[in-house]
């Protein structure tokens, strides 16, 4: 199983790769956690940094996107998707060496 997901705690265009972990408040995570009854499945997890000042973390992340972020999550995107490739033909240790750097 590998989970791409939306990481706060990463700055846009970051891209992290790792095996098991909680939820994080993630609600799409937990939803995965409680159908596995496990948090051990790959994650792709993809920055989009903080909500600019004291904005409630769900209404930034589900706000629309302006043209340049769509733009920029499209590059993400692809990179996530490589990263997925990498995680399949490759491993755990050879994905996060190329792409957590």
């Known amino acids: 199983m590998i989970a791409v997901h939306d990481e706060l705690d990463l700055d846009p265009g970051r891209l992290r790769v790792k095996l098991g972990g909680g939820d994080n408040g993630h609600n799409g995570l937990k939803s995965i956690r409680a159908h596995l009854g496990t948090g051990d499945f790959f994650r792709v997890r993809v920055g989009i940094g903080r909500p600019p000042g004291r904005q409630p ?3 930034y992340v589900l706000n629309k996107l302006k043209p340049t972020q769509a ?3 499209r590059v993400d995107a692809s990179v996530a998707a490589d990263a997925v490739e990498s995680l399949v033909r490759e491993g755990l240790t050879a ?3 190329r792409f957590n750097g």
Do not use: L
Request: charged letters at 35%; hydrophobic letters at 35%.
């Open 71 to 73: 733009e920029e999550m």
């Open 57 to 59: 973390a769900a209404d």
């Open 95 to 97: 994905t996060q060496n």
